[in-house]
């Protein structure tokens, strides 16, 4: 075990590009673009097929807020009732383009950055009217704006979505539940507090890509019969401690999900740490589990953890 986790270690700590071969590459045929998922942390990702860039829940500020920050971290210190900012000059130095932005809910490590990314990129943003209202007080304009409410499926010119209602994890042993939502009516001001960025309910997303089909979580959560018939070749799976107390929550999601080829863990990591600093424990805490558990439900499904800011390429 203690090998597979130096492994597992190693392999997160790789600096390179992981370039990966699914079914339909193995089968000869392979595409001109493969597709290039880069993880932002926390549930963030940059997903391209050479046609469209999408983003999903980019959060790249990393806050220090709500608990006890890490010594060698030396920036301040916020608290959950302080006013939020993005840290921009960073955001810049990361995302250039963006054509569409999902939302899987409000809270500030879902949507504290996507106001700043959305006036910069002019992307379209999908997500509960929860999300949109609060991009609303933010100033982005209404024809940037998609509010749903969960069972939608878009076509767009080059990108198509289906919306999938979902729920949010579990947090506070099972003690958590937040039923409020903004909408036109709610009386909000940009900038918001962190603490004003409200979960407002969960989405997931089966975002089509040009040959690929991913299944995005931006929670430990799912509803299981939404997830029935969509068979993604690609999962973004949550996978962080919370899932522990549901019902055979690994089993669950992989057996509905029909065993995907490619399973991405997502939201697993420390996310009030900055880039760069080590997530060891998280990868220790989830990630490791997490590999050994699918080896044994899906054996034939390959989990690639991903790596801050790297690129997961897969044709
Ligand atoms: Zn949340």
């Known amino acids: 075990m203690k090998r597979f986790k130096n492994l597992v270690l190693g392999f997160v700590a790789m600096s390179c590009v992981v370039l990966l071969t699914s079914q339909a590459g193995a089968q000869g045929k392979e595409h001109s673009t493969p597709l290039q998922l880069k993880y932002l942390g926390a549930a963030g990702w940059e997903i391209s097929d050479g046609n469209v860039v999408v983003l999903i829940d980019p959060y790249i500020s990393r806050l220090k807020y709500g ?17 939020a900012r993005s840290d921009t ?25 996507v106001p700043y990314i959305a006036g910069k990129t002019g ?6 009217e929860t999300t949109i209202t609060i991009l609303r007080a933010y100033g982005i304009p209404e024809d940037q704006l998609y509010a749903v409410g969960g069972g939608e499926d878009y076509q767009f010119e080059n990108f198509s979505v289906r ?9 506070g042993e099972k003690h958590y539940f937040d039923a409020r939502r903004l909408d036109r009516d709610s009386d909000i001001e940009a900038p918001l507090r962190i603490n004003q960025f409200i979960e407002g309910g969960s989405l997931m997303f089966l975002a ?8 995005t979580m931006g929670s430990m959560n799912f509803v299981e019969r939404e ?8 999962l973004l799976a949550g996978v962080n401690g919370s899932r522990l107390g549901l019902y055979n929550y690994d089993e669950r999601l992989l057996k509905v999900t029909d065993h995907p080829p490619i399973i991405i863990p997502t939201h697993w990591d420390n996310f009030r740490l900055p880039y760069g ?7 220790t805490r989830n990630i490791v589990p997490f590999i050994s558990a699918v080896a044994v439900i899906s054996p034939d499904s390959r989990v690639i953890p991903p790596t801050h800011l790297e690129t997961i390429i897969i044709n």
């Open 67 to 83: 608990g006890v920050g890490h010594p060698d971290d030396d920036r301040p210190n916020f608290a959950r009732d302080d006013v």
């Open 227 to 234: 997830l029935e018939g969509l068979n993604p070749d690609i």
């Open 89 to 113: 000059d960073l955001i810049d130095s990361i995302i250039s383009r963006a054509d569409f932005i999902l939302v899987h809910h409000g809270h500030f490590d879902h949507l504290g950055d």
């Open 277 to 283: 600093f080590s997530q060891e424990a998280a990868v």
């Open 208 to 215: 089509r890509f040009d040959h690929h089909d991913v299944l």
């Open 123 to 128: 992307a379209k943003v999908i997500g509960t």
């Open 163 to 171: 919306i999938v209602p979902s729920i949010h994890s579990a947090l």
